[in-house]
């Protein structure tokens, strides 16, 4: 199993170039309090700082901040660009949740280990430009479990 060091809150890590890829670990560990990550910005931050955030992590639970689309089991690199249709918002309430990410991950009852779905996602992000991202991990060292390990880049073009 792999597992992932958290990258330091409140310190932006922006994205090398437009082609590039990042990989992002966020300590989620919490079952009370949120963290966020600007996908702008690359940049993980704890309330009140959490103007502009496009994911939120609690535990295993990810919501975005508007719309994603999951492309399904497709390689990462294939994805070029934005899908024109198949975005779903995040219900906001007492139980926030998007339906598309609820279940980026499989759970097994006999090692209780938590497993990344192969599925890539588009997320719109808060300035309407889109990146793709792809779950990778959910342990810190140690087995730990709650550090929501993921890469992503950005795309070119509008989407929809």
């Keep these: 199993m792999d597992t992932f ?3 330091v809150v409140g310190v932006p890590v922006p994205l090398a170039s437009a082609v590039a890829v990042d990989t992002v670990t966020v300590d989620a560990g ?3 309090h ?9 940049l993980v ?3 009140p700082d959490t103007a502009g955030w496009d994911l939120a992590f609690r535990r295993f639970t990810v919501i975005p901040s508007g719309e994603v689309a999951n492309l ?3 390689p990462f690199d294939s994805v070029t660009a934005p899908p024109a249709t198949g975005y779903v918002a995040t219900v906001r309430g007492r139980d926030t949740s998007n339906a598309a990410t609820a279940k980026w991950y499989s759970y097994s009852y006999l090692s209780h280990l938590l ?3 192969p599925d890539v996602y ?16 959910y342990y810190c060292p140690g087995t730990t479990p709650g550090c929501v390990t993921f890469r ?9």
Excluded: I
């Excluded at 949120?34 to 690359?42: H, N, Q, S, Y």
């Excluded at 588009?122 to 991990?137: C, D, H, I, P």
């Design 115 to 117: 497993v990344p779905k």
């Design 5 to 7: 060091t958290p990258r």
């Design 72 to 74: 399904g089991p497709v």
């Design 152 to 160: 992503y880049a950005m795309l070119a073009g509008k989407g929809r």
């Design 45 to 47: 931050a704890d309330p």
């Design 122 to 137: 588009v997320l719109k992000t808060r300035e309407g430009r889109f990146a793709k991202l792809q779950m990778a991990g």
């Design 34 to 42: 949120w963290r966020f990550f600007d996908v702008e910005r690359g």
């Design 30 to 32: 919490s079952d009370r």
